[in-house]
């Protein structure tokens, strides 16, 4: 488990590079097999993967660069845009209004 936790860390690492707040959505599996064995071992697989990273947080410390932590977690996308909607910056012509553009 600690392997695979350990590419998984430095994987999710990578991916925050591209993201402007430090809530990182990362998509897992495929929704036409939701209710098959193979979708039922990817999400065991990857609960031992979470629950395994999220007890360890001293072993990932190192790695975090700028972030503070690092916790996993499951959600749906409207869970991830309630974290990230109060974080976005306001760009364009206005500040506010229909002519402010938002960028996450």
């Known amino acids: 488990v600690s392997k695979k936790a350990d590419q998984l860390v430095k ?6 590079q591209g993201y402007r707040t ?3 959505l990362q998509l ?3 929704d036409l097999r939701y209710k098959d064995r193979a979708a039922n ?5 990857l609960s031992l993967l979470i629950k395994y990273i999220n007890t ?3 072993r990932y410390a190192p790695l975090l ?3 503070s932590s690092m916790v996993l977690q499951y959600a749906v996308p409207s869970e991830y845009f309630s974290a990230v909607r109060p974080l976005r910056t306001p760009r ?3 500040e506010t ?8």
């Open 41 to 45: 071992c990817q999400f065991t697989s």
């Open 22 to 24: 430090g809530n990182l």
């Open 92 to 94: 364009g012509p206005s």
């Open 56 to 58: 360890n947080p001293a």
């Open 11 to 16: 994987h999710l690492l990578r991916t925050a």
């Open 28 to 30: 897992w599996g495929d």
């Open 97 to 104: 209004g229909s002519e402010a553009v938002w960028l996450n």
């Open 65 to 67: 660069g700028p972030y």
